[in-house]
């Protein structure tokens, strides 16, 4: 059956349908272009800091500028990725053993390289720790926010196993509930994110710039909430899925591989409040 056909029998009209670029069977650049989106994140960063201080090596904006649209770059090529990894096979063919066995081992590759990226910015932070403690003033950083916060994260990693144990289960009802609960959590944690930085850099004056432990700070705290609010949108694409009816005992592998994904960020989370924050105020 074409893609076309199937088209027509759904009434599926999304972007993205062929993978990119065609005619070159399952070869894809999608994951070239969410690379250079994510590399681009790094770099607008540097650009940042490089354009901050009272003599600057860039000029301000750029550094923000390359940021968004790296940011753009990045969303792009993971909506292209994904959709030609999931979305699409449920239309044209759905997905064999064989496909599903790629795709489990292709995520837990994915993780093995951003456990990679996570190592490598807790290794800035444990040879900071190393030497005089504390190298600046700490804000409070074991707050109640902090710890309601982590409760939620925890608590979505439950609802969201409680989900995949559904729709195994063929409890489709369960599923939905579940999934549902733990996209809400998920975005009540990325809420609490942005208030906890707003307290630090408006009520405290504690920014990225304020010395070498803010910007492991915000170097760690904004990589995983980045990597929380992807693990939110493709929750959300599951469950929109989930709405239509895509998914059933037999044909889950996107709810697996999403899960695995939120549970490496969850564990990340909480080796990040031990270390990061607890531990930054030991000694301290």
Do not use: C
């Amino acid at each position: 059956m074409s893609t076309e056909e199937s088209h027509e029998d759904h009434g599926h009209h999304l972007p993205a349908v062929e993978d990119w670029p065609r005619g070159f069977g399952e070869a894809s650049w999608w994951p070239f272009v969410t690379a250079l989106g994510g590399a681009g994140i790094y770099v607008g960063a540097a650009l940042y800091i490089m354009g901050q201080g009272s003599e600057p090596i860039v000029g301000p904006m750029l550094g923000p500028g390359v940021f968004v649209g790296s940011i753009g770059l990045f969303l792009v090529g993971i909506y292209g990725w994904l959709y030609h990894a999931f979305v699409v096979h449920f239309w044209d063919r759905g997905v064999s053993h064989h496909s599903e066995t790629k795709l489990r081992w292709g995520m837990i590759a994915f993780l093995g390289s951003e456990l990679a990226t996570f190592g490598a910015v807790f290794t800035y932070y444990f040879f900071i720790r190393a030497g005089t403690w504390p190298p600046q003033e700490l804000p409070p950083l074991t707050s109640s926010l902090v710890i309601a916060n982590t409760a939620l994260l925890v608590a979505s990693s439950f609802t969201l196993h409680w989900a995949h144990v559904a729709i195994r289960n063929e409890n489709r009802r369960n599923f939905i509930l579940g999934l549902a609960v733990t996209l809400l959590l998920g975005i009540v944690f990325i809420g609490g994110q942005v208030l906890e930085y707003y307290e630090f850099i408006v009520g405290e004056g504690f920014t990225l710039t304020s010395g070498i432990y803010s910007s492991a700070f915000f170097g760690l705290t904004g990589l995983h909430g980045l990597h929380v609010t992807l693990g939110a949108v493709i929750l959300g694409i599951v469950f929109v899925r989930a709405l239509f009816g895509q998914y059933s005992a037999e044909r889950h592998v996107s709810v697996s591989t999403a899960s695995m994904y939120w549970h490496f960020v969850d564990v990340v989370w909480v080796f990040l409040v031990v270390v990061l924050y607890a531990g930054a105020e030991i000694g301290g």
